[in-house]
């Protein structure tokens, strides 16, 4: 029953933006939906090494995500704002926790409006940041899969 409602979260999260007027952030949908699709229950069995690897990519991007926001918020907040180092880090914070995002950005920038006063104004669609992140996460889940499988492999039997 869990998982279902795990997907339930996860269609609310394509849904999220358009009911909401933008005001709520799809990623968080995918975030708790994808973690209680991959609950271990009768649908993935509990020593199922892949779904614990998915859940662990996941948290991950969770992680990932709420420390990029941290680390915007006191460049932003701060004097650094202005610095090239700040620039640099963070659009490289930005590719590793949001690889699908910066990707997006570099082969299809956002569309700009040069304002009178000389601002900058950037526009996108909620269409792109649903896809954007719901394909960040599952680029988490997949590299949490895969260092498992490899972590399995490097491990010695049990046996010999």
Known sequence: MINFIGLFLVICGFLAPFLSAGRLPSIFFF?????LLL??????AKRSAWVKWARIG??????GTLILILFSKLVLNTGLSHSY??????TIVNWIFNPITA???VLFP???IEMAGGGIQFTTSFFRNILTSFFNVVVYIG???IFGKFVSRSKPDADG
């Open 31 to 35: 975030w708790v939906g994808l973690l």
């Open 39 to 44: 609950w271990p229950d009768k649908h993935f």
């Open 58 to 63: 996941l948290l991950l991007n969770v992680l």
């Open 85 to 90: 180092f700040a620039y640099v880090f963070l």
């Open 103 to 105: 990707l997006f950005e």
């Open 110 to 112: 956002y569309s700009k």
């Open 143 to 145: 590299s949490g899969i």
